[in-house]
């Protein structure tokens, strides 16, 4: 995995970290889930960039705050989380 673009804390002081890197082929824009080493991750394309958001939290709570994570261009996430 490539080295993390931000590492952030939500409104619910949850630290996230954000992965991004030039995506080699099509894919979605839903952000899809998976669970490695105690650790949920959400991945998902935009544009020509594939990113993935890492941490210890619920499922449900990586796959939202993935979900919200296109729409934040330019923004800080702490402030749009």
């Excluded at 650790?39 to 394309?45: D, F, I, K, P, Q």
């Amino acid at each position: 995995m490539p080295e993390p673009v931000d590492v952030a804390y939500t409104e619910q002081m949850e630290r996230v970290v954000l992965y991004a890197r030039r995506a080699k082929t099509p894919a979605e824009a839903v952000p899809l889930t998976e669970s490695r080493e105690n650790r949920n991750l959400a991945y998902w394309e935009t544009g020509l960039f594939a990113y993935a958001l890492t941490r210890e939290v619920e499922t449900s709570r990586i796959l939202l705050l993935s979900s919200e994570m296109p729409s934040l261009e330019g923004k800080d996430m702490t402030e749009a989380t």
